[in-house]
């Protein structure tokens, strides 16, 4: 066994049930994921952590995603959570390799149970992706469907940058939205895809637009309830689920202001947001 | 004397010449002001840093944009700067105090000299502002207006969060953008403003279209220009004004990608970028 691996045993070795979910991503987006485990797992603890100081993460360099992402891994190390759930796509994409070296307890990340229901779900091999440029370039939504399916598969990328702004911006469903929509999805639409994947956890929010703009034969994939589904088969297996029927606390924490981040963040969450903390976790050197 | 003025002074006294002018934004938007700089003082040096990790700052708490610009300050003051301008509305609204106070060299921010200039223009007295949500709330434009106008004017704000998002994605003339925009200046256009205050350093790439949506007699305000005359006389008055006829050289540093920089940030100052360095600067303590 390796240094590695006996460390990341040892550290989990201490893990029990009533230790915390970790969930994080770059701002409020991973809101959406969060939703799905509390719906899925109402007696487990959470933390969520979300960088909205510098979000969002969507159009920056893989380097800078691996440094802030490895800051938030060691927040979450010392609220002792149990499971780290990397609630980001573009975090998952350029950073899950360094989380899971690092994190001494299991991580799961969103991409590869949405590639996983895509390449399930298709029934003429044809699948579109959309997501933030840093995610689209990654290709990892390529590798990690064409390694579900098992058999070809045509794949269509689309960059979607503005899609996290509307979204933050509370232009769920409007002209204007539709309009972006209509831009961004042409190519898709004529691609003759039958499965979308929705490759950012913000984009739930506009998943009326995206599927209004994309027809009805097209299937639109939200990765939350599977990764909620892989989180509960990993503590199962581990014997660390929290099957308790008390409901679960929920801990929130911002790198920006509490205010705009509770206000924000009990939209994307559907439910209120109370007493959010703002930490600074810049000065965590990685 | 105050002992902070007295190190001020120190400080400021062993500055030359040869010494770069250091101008900081948050991202890419500041390197309108710096095209400015560099058209009206073609000897000097400078040393732009664009925080394009941890960009934008428009939606971010006041305190947050402080920590940020203090940490960029101690970057700049390493580069020897004679001078930093605060080319970002946002950072000068929620951060010029704070830098001021901290700088050691004079510091030139954005706000003043874009109000002075609205409230001279203006003929009818009614002035409308547009910025990113955090300067329209923290009011700065308002109280400078007024500061400078020194008569009644009747002063409109809307925040255009969406303008910052368009313009780092190319989106500067284009029907989507046209829309958005109409939607965004619906009551400035019917509140007989003679005069558009472009409180924001990204939206003068959407001038076109801005000023389209508001018609001929509306007269847009950039503070460009008359920044870059105040950069001029605050070091001629220091006798610190760099009147070499050879061209000065430029130096770019950004907190993200540098590819992406240069890319982009081409764009925006309307000549190539080469060179440019990533830095770190979150270790910076405050």
């Known amino acids: 066994m390796s240094p590695a691996a006996q460390t990341n045993l040892a550290l989990d070795m201490g893990s029990s049930p009533d230790r915390p979910i970790g969930v ?15 719906n899925l797992l109402p007696g487990e603890n959470t933390i969520y952590f979300g960088d909205s100081g510098r979000a969002p993460y969507g159009s920056k360099s893989p380097e800078t995603i691996g440094r802030f992402s490895q800051q938030i891994v060691r927040f979450l190390q010392r ?48 699948i579109g992706v959309i997501g933030t440029r840093s995610t689209v370039e990654s290709g990892v939504y390529i590798r990690a469907i064409r390694q579900s399916a098992g058999r070809p598969v045509e794949i269509l990328q689309q960059a979607c940058p503005l899609f996290v702004s509307l979204a933050e911006e509370g232009w769920w469903d409007n002209s204007i939205t539709r309009q972006i929509a209509e831009t961004y999805l042409a190519d898709m639409r004529s691609s003759q895809i039958d499965t979308l994947m929705l490759g950012c956890t913000h984009y739930p929010l506009l998943s009326t637009v995206i599927s209004e703009t994309m ?11 599977r990764v909620a589904a892989q989180v509960r088969q990993t503590l199962l297996d581990r014997g660390i689920l929290n099957e308790t029927a008390t409901p679960g606390w929920h801990r929130y924490y911002t790198s920006d202001s509490v205010s705009r981040f509770e206000k924000l963040g009990g939209a994307f969450l559907g439910e209120t947001i109370d007493g959010a903390c703002q930490v600074d976790i810049e000065q965590d050197s990685v």
């Open 215 to 225: 027809g009805p034969s097209v299937r639109l994939v939200n990765a939350g309830g």
């Open 79 to 126: 609220q002792q959570v149990k499971i780290i759930v990397i609630a980001c796509n573009t975090a998952s994409a350029c950073a899950y390799d360094l989380v899971r070296n690092t994190a001494g307890v299991p991580v799961i990340e969103v991409v590869a149970p949405g590639a996983a229901a895509a390449a399930r779900i298709t029934r003429n091999g044809r």
């Open 24 to 38: 994080f991503d770059s701002g409020l987006g991973g809101l959406t994921v969060l939703k799905e485990i509390i």
